[in-house]
């Protein structure tokens, strides 16, 4: 997938304003910013649901402002449209969608796949929020995609949904498959993604593996640990050497020592910070 | 914890396999149509019962014959079937896709590779078995408990099939049109109800059509019900109520005529102004 210069207006102010992308086969890369960001836009731009006004795209190596049956046929879409088709069943709806692929999973696999297998019967309007979810990855992994969209998959799980919902993440991405994902949970980027991308104002101000993001990497550590009673703290380039002093000095263990660097979630916090 | 290479296998593509045809989605459309028509308890209710109750509402209040042998309820059956006809059609179709549009369920579908037209082929094939129960439904009910006599020979039902049928493609293709016109899922009732109601009355469906005023018979005119009600007259009437038409013709060839330029206007219309997103989506 390469993005350059995309472009998308809304009445006049630029909602997307100039992004720059390239996302590998077989690579999880997670989309960050704020709410408005313009991080759905491209989203949509991308799966073929809305037009741009500038730019160059290509999406398995085609433009998805005009998205074709065998193009469709290869990504897959998970959607934020937790009202639709209520009144069928799990099965039913799987089942049905299975018809459009060339060469579908087993519907009933998938389901499984996802967890919903003890509720392949159910009408879709009677499953909770995080059940309707993981219906909609059914349906997004359905055909085999090569290329999987991800928009904020994970909002309103719990936290064991979460985890087994990154598990599966991690499954489709072991087979192979691509994945584009956008997410507010920074935990979630950092534990899926290969590279992550920050947009703030339609604009990419960084773009890193989550652990280089921002020069996080590089970034003072700082070692914390507690000493005569009182918490000591100290901000430095080499940890390990403090450590070790430290150890010499008080004989052994260290009380309480931590060794904190920045987190991902510091760093995006400082990155939106500095585009204000 | 070890780690296998067993996933590199997986990350060979496989060969591409031909898109599926379109017998089967557009088969499996029709499937889901029905199943969520017919889980709709409320709406099987009212589009069944609707035409039926309505039948025995104006054949109890308008008990005098409007003719010498024919009865108010003989050319109120005609009428009731043409406004099934458009209520199945029309009506379901303009208010259940402006909510699909609205929920979701467009967008979820052009999202995958599903041949547009099996959605629409879906919607016919639904539009289609709903319209042939409830006409049996009507029928049944008018001949048994009304009194009704319907045709014993073949022509009338030959005239029977193909105003219903292009009744059913104009309403149709007008349905999927118009469904671009309420602004969300939750007003599509409110603004097609009336849309439908307005033409009931004004094609003479509850009063003779030739009763009533000038200027409100031709505005009917430019519309299909008129017609089909007309053309269903022909069907369940007496040869000679004929005469009493404003014409004094059943009219096929003008029927036939503007069913078919309703059709093929409101097939243009859709081809040009279908929409698979919300307004404020796309």
Redesign the interface.
């Given at each position: 997938m390469t993005v350059r210069g995309l472009r998308k207006d809304y009445a006049g102010a630029a909602a997307v304003d100039g992004i720059d992308l390239d996302v590998a086969p077989?690579e999880v890369f997670a989309l960050l910013g704020p709410n408005g960001a313009g991080k759905t836009t491209t989203v949509e731009i991308l799966?073929?649901?809305?037009d741009r006004n500038g730019g160059d795209v290509r999406v398995l190596g085609h433009d998805p402002a005009h998205p074709t049956?065998?193009w469709?046929?290869?990504i897959g879409?998970v959607?934020q449209?937790p009202?639709?088709?209520g009144?069928?069943t799990v099965e039913?709806l799987v089942?049905?969608?299975a018809?459009?692929?060339?060469?579908p999973r087993d519907p009933v696999e998938v389901l499984q796949t996802v967890g919903l297998g003890e509720k392949r019967g159910t009408?879709t309007r009677h499953l909770s929020g995080g059940q309707r979810r993981r219906l909609d990855v059914a349906?997004g992994i359905l055909?085999?995609p090569?290329l999987l969209f991800l928009d904020e998959p994970t909002t309103g799980f719990d936290p064991e949904a979460r985890r087994s919902f990154w598990n599966l993440v991690e499954t489709l991405s072991?087979?192979?498959t691509t994945i584009l994902l956008t997410t507010h949970y920074l935990d979630e980027a950092e534990r899926l993604a290969d590279r992550v991308a920050v947009i703030v104002r339609g604009r990419v101000v960084a773009l890193d593996t989550p652990e280089r993001l921002g020069g996080r990497d590089a970034a003072d550590a700082v070692v914390r640990w507690v000493e005569g009673g009182s918490v000591r703290s100290t901000s430095t380039r080499t940890p390990t050497a403090l450590v070790g002093e430290l150890s010499a000095r008080l004989g052994g263990e260290v009380s309480e020592l931590q060794v904190l660097r920045p987190t991902l979630e510091d760093t995006y916090l400082r990155l939106i910070e500095e585009q204000r | 914890m070890t780690t296998t290479n067993g996933?590199s296998g997986?990350?060979?593509?496989?060969e591409?396999?031909?898109?599926?045809g379109l017998a089967?989605?557009a088969?499996?459309?029709v499937?889901?149509e029905l199943?969520?028509f017919f889980?709709?308890k409320d709406q099987v209710l009212f589009t069944f019962a609707y035409p039926v109750i309505m039948l025995a509402i104006f054949g109890s209040v308008f008990s005098q014959d409007i003719a010498p042998g024919l009865s108010f309820s003989q050319y109120f059956l005609a009428g009731m079937v043409a406004t099934g006809i458009m209520l199945v059609s029309f009506q379901s179709l303009a208010i259940t896709i402006a909510m699909?549009r609205d929920?979701?369920?467009l967008?979820?579908l052009v999202?995958?590779?599903?041949?547009r037209a099996?959605y629409f082929l879906g919607k016919v094939g639904m539009v289609l078995v709903v319209g042939g129960v409830q006409v049996a439904v009507l029928l049944v009910v008018g001949a048994t408990l009304f009194d009704v006599t319907l045709p014993g020979e073949v022509g009338p039902w030959v005239t029977f099939g193909w105003v219903a049928l292009l009744g059913l493609a104009a309403g149709t293709l007008s349905g999927i049109a118009f469904s671009s016109v309420p602004r969300s899922g939750k007003s599509a009732s409110a603004v097609v109800t009336p849309v439908v109601l307005v033409l009931q009355f004004a094609s003479g469906i509850f009063f003779v059509y030739s009763e009533l005023p000038e200027w409100m018979r031709s505005i009917a005119a430019l519309f299909p019900l008129k017609w089909m009600a007309q053309g269903m007259r022909s069907v369940f009437l007496p040869e000679s109520s004929a005469a009493r038409e404003v014409t004094g013709s059943w009219q096929h060839g003008a029927t036939a005529l503007v069913l078919i330029a309703w059709t093929l206007g409101a097939l243009v219309l859709c081809l040009r102004t279908f929409r698979w997103?919300r307004r404020d989506?796309?």
């Amino acid at each position: 997938m390469t993005v350059r210069g995309l472009r998308k207006d809304y009445a006049g102010a630029a909602a997307v304003d100039g992004i720059d992308l390239d996302v590998a086969p077989g690579e999880v890369f997670a989309l960050l910013g704020p709410n408005g960001a313009g991080k759905t836009t491209t989203v949509e731009i991308l799966e073929g649901f809305r037009d741009r006004n500038g730019g160059d795209v290509r999406v398995l190596g085609h433009d998805p402002a005009h998205p074709t049956r065998a193009w469709r046929s290869r990504i897959g879409i998970v959607l934020q449209t937790p009202r639709d088709q209520g009144e069928v069943t799990v099965e039913e709806l799987v089942g049905s969608f299975a018809t459009f692929y060339p060469d579908p999973r087993d519907p009933v696999e998938v389901l499984q796949t996802v967890g919903l297998g003890e509720k392949r019967g159910t009408r879709t309007r009677h499953l909770s929020g995080g059940q309707r979810r993981r219906l909609d990855v059914a349906l997004g992994i359905l055909g085999r995609p090569e290329l999987l969209f991800l928009d904020e998959p994970t909002t309103g799980f719990d936290p064991e949904a979460r985890r087994s919902f990154w598990n599966l993440v991690e499954t489709l991405s072991a087979e192979g498959t691509t994945i584009l994902l956008t997410t507010h949970y920074l935990d979630e980027a950092e534990r899926l993604a290969d590279r992550v991308a920050v947009i703030v104002r339609g604009r990419v101000v960084a773009l890193d593996t989550p652990e280089r993001l921002g020069g996080r990497d590089a970034a003072d550590a700082v070692v914390r640990w507690v000493e005569g009673g009182s918490v000591r703290s100290t901000s430095t380039r080499t940890p390990t050497a403090l450590v070790g002093e430290l150890s010499a000095r008080l004989g052994g263990e260290v009380s309480e020592l931590q060794v904190l660097r920045p987190t991902l979630e510091d760093t995006y916090l400082r990155l939106i910070e500095e585009q204000r | 914890m070890t780690t296998t290479n067993g996933t590199s296998g997986c990350t060979a593509r496989r060969e591409q396999r031909p898109l599926p045809g379109l017998a089967r989605p557009a088969l499996s459309r029709v499937a889901m149509e029905l199943r969520v028509f017919f889980r709709e308890k409320d709406q099987v209710l009212f589009t069944f019962a609707y035409p039926v109750i309505m039948l025995a509402i104006f054949g109890s209040v308008f008990s005098q014959d409007i003719a010498p042998g024919l009865s108010f309820s003989q050319y109120f059956l005609a009428g009731m079937v043409a406004t099934g006809i458009m209520l199945v059609s029309f009506q379901s179709l303009a208010i259940t896709i402006a909510m699909e549009r609205d929920d979701g369920t467009l967008k979820r579908l052009v999202g995958t590779p599903m041949p547009r037209a099996a959605y629409f082929l879906g919607k016919v094939g639904m539009v289609l078995v709903v319209g042939g129960v409830q006409v049996a439904v009507l029928l049944v009910v008018g001949a048994t408990l009304f009194d009704v006599t319907l045709p014993g020979e073949v022509g009338p039902w030959v005239t029977f099939g193909w105003v219903a049928l292009l009744g059913l493609a104009a309403g149709t293709l007008s349905g999927i049109a118009f469904s671009s016109v309420p602004r969300s899922g939750k007003s599509a009732s409110a603004v097609v109800t009336p849309v439908v109601l307005v033409l009931q009355f004004a094609s003479g469906i509850f009063f003779v059509y030739s009763e009533l005023p000038e200027w409100m018979r031709s505005i009917a005119a430019l519309f299909p019900l008129k017609w089909m009600a007309q053309g269903m007259r022909s069907v369940f009437l007496p040869e000679s109520s004929a005469a009493r038409e404003v014409t004094g013709s059943w009219q096929h060839g003008a029927t036939a005529l503007v069913l078919i330029a309703w059709t093929l206007g409101a097939l243009v219309l859709c081809l040009r102004t279908f929409r698979w997103q919300r307004r404020d989506d796309a």
